[in-house]
């Protein structure tokens, strides 16, 4: 592969929300003096970062691209592209990838196939029935009771889960997924699951092959409101690190969880490189896995590498490099906390095209403001997408980043701007 020894390396990222804003500004504190150059990237990640505007997700374009810029790294950022083969496409050709290939996204791609790998590899998760019709999946519901969760088996944008509190809303859920196809293909099959309770967490590692790096526990708080109430979203905020995993329980998780994944995938012949994201309800009995998914978690991400205390192109080249040095990764003391700011009528249908003000004025105050859906109309930045901001700060601890994020995020208008006002309420102990 092509290697300047002249100039700082390239990094190509790929992906263009507010994870992918985070990734480029730790990527840019590297000691490297990286060249950062993002596709499709956004309105904010273009004031960081050369943005260039093609389809992540198509991998002859992104080879094309990896090429054109001489990429010394590519990271993935989020799961379409690796889902779709954007990895293996850049690895056939000769590219250092951080991000798995698509027998390995397999595990975010197919809801039914992370379970099979769990039960392999007996990690604990929810019971759960792979069912291809109504009448299948409502004799999973009355054999597990009420809740119970629905689960459209493919990628779904995030809105292929559905928590049912009573039968016909599951009959709804599994009607919408196997009948109307409200999902196309990714609910043609339904994984239907006990509904579990507890507290959540999202636990991240930076693996390669067997060897696990793993991230402090991070929380994202998925409702639009405050106290967790209405719809389900992308997340409305997050906070590292998380009261209840401390780093020896984290350590244990990852023991029991990350590790024998890694090892059930490498038994399959998966050579696993990128980020495993454990989303886990910590239950009466035990922690239980909900979710798998093979990328950086947004928004964690976004109070995550703020943390890094280390070179994040080292790192996730190592990752790339099968090199990575086993354990944790080192990050401050302090805390993080992130505040999302939506766009008027999030999540059903977000308003686009309103201004936004307060930008500079927000990180004149010491956050980093990641950008999500953004876009430049002439000098000024508009809404252009359900989550438009990230508002991340750092604090000495978690009430004091709270109060630095809430703080920064204040400066920043648009109309029908809303913001969860209990992100990281009530955690220091
Ligand atoms: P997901 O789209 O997989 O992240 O799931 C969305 C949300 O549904 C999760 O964050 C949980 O809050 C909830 N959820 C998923 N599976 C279960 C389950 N088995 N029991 C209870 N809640 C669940
Ligand atoms: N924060 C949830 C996710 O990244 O899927």
Redo the contacts with the bound molecule.
């Keep these: 592969m092509w290697q300047s020894q002249a100039v700082a390396d390239t990094v190509l990222v790929l992906g263009g929300g507010g994870r992918e804003h985070a990734l480029v500004r730790a990527l840019a504190r590297s000691a490297s003096h990286p060249h950062i150059v993002v596709a499709p990237g956004n309105a904010g990640i273009a004031r960081d970062a050369r943005t260039v505007a093609i389809d992540a997700g198509d991998p002859a374009a992104v080879v094309a691209l990896a090429r054109d810029v001489a990429a010394d790294l590519v990271v993935v950022g989020p799961e379409a592209p690796l889902v779709a083969g954007v990895a293996d496409a850049l690895r056939d050709e000769g590219f250092r990838v951080f991000g798995p290939g698509a027998a390995g996204a397999r595990l975010e791609g197919s809801?039914a196939f992370a379970k099979e790998v769990m039960a392999a590899a007996g990690v604990p998760t929810?019971a759960?029935r792979v069912v291809t019709t109504v009448a299948e999946g409502l004799a999973a519901v009355d054999h597990f009771g009420l809740?119970?969760?629905v689960?459209a088996d493919g990628l779904a944008a995030?809105?292929?889960?559905v928590?049912a509190q009573t039968r016909d809303e599951a009959r709804d859920a599994l009607a919408a997924c196997l009948d109307d196809r409200a999902f196309g293909d990714a609910g043609a099959v339904v994984v239907v699951?006990?509904?579990?309770?507890g507290r959540?967490v999202s636990l991240i590692a930076i693996c390669s092959g067997q060897t696990v790096a793993r991230l402090p526990a991070a929380r994202?708080y998925?409702p639009i409101g405050d106290g967790n109430t209405g719809p389900?979203t992308g997340g409305m905020g997050s906070v590292s690190p998380v009261p209840d995993i401390p780093d020896d329980v984290a350590d244990d998780l990852v023991d029991a969880i990350h590790r024998p994944m890694l090892a059930e995938l490498a038994r399959r012949g998966i050579d696993f490189r990128g980020a495993l994201y454990a989303?886990l309800?910590m239950t009466p009995a035990g922690a239980?896995v909900?979710?798998f998914n093979v990328r950086f978690g947004d928004p964690e991400t976004q109070v995550l590498l703020p943390r890094l205390t280390g070179d994040a192109v080292a790192l996730l080249g190592a990752a790339a490099d099968g090199t990575l040095a086993d354990g944790p990764v080192d990050v401050n003391d302090g805390a993080a906390v992130a505040v999302v700011l939506a766009a008027h009528g999030y999540p059903a249908s977000p308003r686009s095209g309103d201004e936004i003000t307060g930008l500079d004025e927000a990180a004149a105050d010491g956050a980093d403001v990641y950008h999500a859906g953004t876009a430049a109309d002439g000098d000024r930045i508009v809404t252009s997408g359900g989550r438009v901001l990230a508002v991340s700060a750092l604090g000495t601890s978690i009430a004091d980043a709270r109060a630095r994020a809430y703080a920064a995020a204040a400066h920043i208008r648009f109309d029908g701007r809303h913001q969860r006002n209990d992100i990281a309420e009530g955690l220091d102990t």
């Design positions: 809801k929810a759960s809740p119970v969760a689960k995030g809105k292929g889960v928590v699951e006990e509904g579990l309770t959540e994202d998925k389900n989303g309800m239980r909900i979710e």
